[in-house]
């Protein structure tokens, strides 16, 4: 919630803005060499930075955030976190960079490039953040850096490396973290050497219906819980097709990653601890379908398992694609008799959602839903950058690495039992 202060400070940056840029216009008619070179600093035609150009940045206690892969308004996950950071609702957070390298170059004519522009071009304006196309366009860090990670999972590594010789401090890395368990591996060992703490975007972990039901389960000895996630695609051929291309690591490298790093974090799950595996196989599909470009994937458009442990641990997850925008978890008692169900989001966060829906029309449902986890995660790793404060529940690049060697191990497993 924004103070009167904050929406005076706000109209009291844009006028400045305006009137710098109006100042800076008139001056390069008057035909100055200095001031023609300092309006190409402002040009989006430029490639570098220069501090110079900064209109905002971070405060003293906050860190300044890079967040690296934007992605199309009401589309990309990137955006939303950069909306939240621009509405001051991360108080340790504030977003000096955003580098989006598609939608600022070859992606700027296609689909979203021109929503991206206008969104880019309201930003800058409003809020002094500088956009740019690569990382090594950017200055030096003046304050601790963060970067926010939320591009192509295939691209990670190629990120993280730029981010560390970028100067960032604290690396924020959107779930998988990698294409692969390997990669992932050396990705931890490089921000180690480096000196650079890496945490994971697994917001679940930190979530009021997660908390709610292990403290329920805690109380009924011999109990079971289950963690059920769902989207709001369509249950349509094109549309599945185009969550499986768009989505190609596959479900359990995506949707239900979150998942995958509750067991890990709470339940002891590691491919070397599990027990065995057991697909529900009357829940459960898999499905092969042509993408937008052609090309055929096979993937699960739902799937619900149940891992026991070889220490006596029982779990299960259901993720379904086409299964709504809530996501919930239940705990049952030994009879396997429902008592106890706790949504996301509950009553008391649906308004909260209704709000949002009415601000952002088109965006992406799950936005709304998981929006205060989002806030909660990314305020955990900034001041942790900013001032060294523990990131309490926050996943940390080991628990995804044994995620994702999770993943790898039931992917073909469970496909198997289905087939």
Known sequence: MHTSSTAKTTSISRATTTLAMTITAALLSTGSSSFQH?????????????????ILSAKPGQAEVVLVGC?????????????????????????DYVVEPWFMGAGKEGPGGPEFADWEKETEAAYGTKFATSLADLPPPENPRVALI???????????????ANGCKTIYLEKPG????????????????????????????????????????????????????????????????????RNAEGMLKNMAIHELALLVSFYDVTVENIESVEADKEFSSVQTLPGPSGKEWTDFDKIKFTITTKNGNQVSVAADRCGGTDSYATVSDPSGAEVFRYYMPDEEDREMVKELSAKYPGAMPYFFTQDPDYVTVKELVAKHCADGSPAEGVATIDVAVETLRVAEYLTPLLTEQLS
């Open 38 to 54: 300092a309006g190409r600093a402002f040009s989006r035609n430029s490639r570098a930075i220069a501090t110079s150009t900064r």
């Open 71 to 95: 992605g199309a308004p009401n589309r990309g996950m990137g955006w939303y976190h950069a909306v939240q950071m621009l509405e001051g609702r991360c108080p340790s957070a504030s977003l």
């Open 150 to 164: 939320s591009g192509r999972t295939a691209d990670n590594p190629r990120l993280l490396t730029e981010s560390i």
């Open 178 to 245: 990698a294409p692969t368990v390997a990669e992932l591996a050396a990705m931890r060992d490089e921000a180690s050497a480096a000196g650079v703490a890496v945490l994971m975007g697994y917001n679940k972990n930190v979530c009021k219906y997660v908390r709610k039901t292990r403290e329920f389960a805690a109380t009924m000895p011999g109990s079971h819980v289950t963690f059920v996630s769902n989207n709001a695609y369509e249950n349509t051929p094109e549309s599945l097709g185009e969550c499986f291309e």
